[in-house]
């Protein structure tokens, strides 16, 4: 396993999507920091895992992207080697239903918006927009350790 410093990750994914320690206090700020657990799969793929919700999903730290997409069970045609997520076991899941194409180095995807609560260690974010895969051309996909691609890239 790989251990990322917690201000590299937890700095760079809070301004991505807007996460909250859920010890912070209006007003003031926590000095405690975090640290995420990166597994290693054959020094090729490192991913964490973090809650959305309530569901334990395995994604991909991408500094080269800035929005959340995770692999679900509305791609029906996704080969899924790691548990997709599941808006109908979600208490907090919101549709958006806007439909995009997200485009990666490895390939394309078409994704679907919605809005649930996403944790990553004490850090929690209510009504986080992200997105869900229909279908993918994303070769790594259908073999993955991970199921997400968090991105933690700047904001364009």
Known sequence: MRVVSAAALAGSLAAAINLR???D??????????????HNFQNVQYYG?????GQVISGIFDTGSFELLVRSTRCQ?????TP??????SKTYQKNGTVAKHVYG?????????????EVGPMKSTKQSFWEILRHQIQALDSAKFAAIV???PNF
Do not use: A, E, N, W
Not at 25 to 38: C, D, H, N
Not at 84 to 89: E, G, N, V
Not at 108 to 118: A, F
């Open 49 to 53: 895992d973090f809650l959305i919700g």
């Open 106 to 118: 490895s390939g394309p995807c078409v994704s679907m918006q919605g809005y649930d609560t996403v």
């Open 84 to 89: 997709p997520y599941d808006r109908t076991k």
């Open 21 to 23: 320690r859920s010890d």
């Open 151 to 153: 991105g933690i890239g």
């Open 25 to 38: 206090v209006p007003g003031g700020g926590s000095k405690s920091s975090y640290r995420q657990t990166l």
């Open 77 to 81: 045609h996704c080969v899924h080697p």
